[in-house]
């Protein structure tokens, strides 16, 4: 079983606002990255280190991360944003890297 | 620009040994803090890490398939190639290779290659 858990799914209306968690346990000090895959689609990063966006990712995305806990936040959610959410780690401890079971965003 | 692409077989038998090559442009991996790491992601499953190879030839293996996983890099074509052996018709899905550089996040992908084991 996964050690990064992530809610399967997450519904929002367009225009609201999307929060994705992403709990971990067993390690010590991490960041955590967010990727974002559309069906038939290569991952994309959207959030690295906790709470830096890449070029290119809209300001609507942001992370953050306290404690045993990430999140993602999407603002003003469009159509365009649904789409399955991976959390990701590595884990320095035993060498590996980890992704959560994933979320799905429906867009209602 | 940076880019992978991973290319392969579409079919191998039970039994058999996958070969991938991930071929990259757009950066080296002989540069300090550069690495690329293997993703596959089974049928409506999750991402499932596989592996990761460094600039400095340090490699890394998920535990659960250390045993039949091997990866390895040549520099000079730009290629990253990961093997496992005796495929399974359950290790049949998309296999990613992916950039990290500097930050532990994948930040380029390659499109992916489809595998299926039967």
């Known amino acids: 079983s996964s050690v990064l858990t992530q809610p399967p799914s997450v519904a929002v209306a367009p225009g609201q606002t999307a929060t994705i968690t992403c709990a971990i346990n067993?390690?010590?000090?991490?960041?955590v990255h967010w990727y974002q895959q559309k069906p038939g689609q290569a991952p994309v990063m959207v959030v690295y280190d906790d709470s830096d966006r890449p070029s290119g990712i809209p300001d609507r995305f942001s992370g953050s991360h306290s404690g045993n806990t990430a999140t993602l936040t999407i603002n003003r959610v469009e159509a365009g944003d649904e789409a399955d959410y991976y959390c990701?780690?590595?884990?320095?401890?035993?060498?590996?890297?980890?992704f959560g079971g994933g979320t799905k965003l429906t867009v209602l | 620009q940076v880019t992978l692409k991973e290319s392969g077989p579409a079919l191998v038998k039970p039994t058999q040994t996958l070969t991938l090559t991930c071929t990259f442009s757009?950066?080296?991996?002989?540069?300090?803090?550069?690495?690329v790491n293997w993703v596959r992601q089974t049928p409506g499953q999750a991402l499932e890490w596989l592996a990761r190879i460094d600039w400095d030839d340090d490699k890394f293996y998920t535990t659960s398939l250390r045993t039949r996983l091997t990866v390895s890099k040549d520099t000079s074509k730009d290629q990253v190639v990961l093997t496992m052996t005796n495929m399974d018709p359950v290790d049949t899905g998309t296999y990613f290779c992916a950039r990290t550089y500097g930050s532990y996040a994948m930040d380029v992908w390659g499109p992916g290659a489809t595998v299926t084991v039967s």
């Open positions: 757009g950066f080296s991996l002989s540069t300090t803090g550069m690495r």
């Open positions: 990701q780690v590595w884990d320095f401890t035993r060498d590996q890297g980890m």
């Open positions: 067993n390690f010590g000090r991490f960041s």
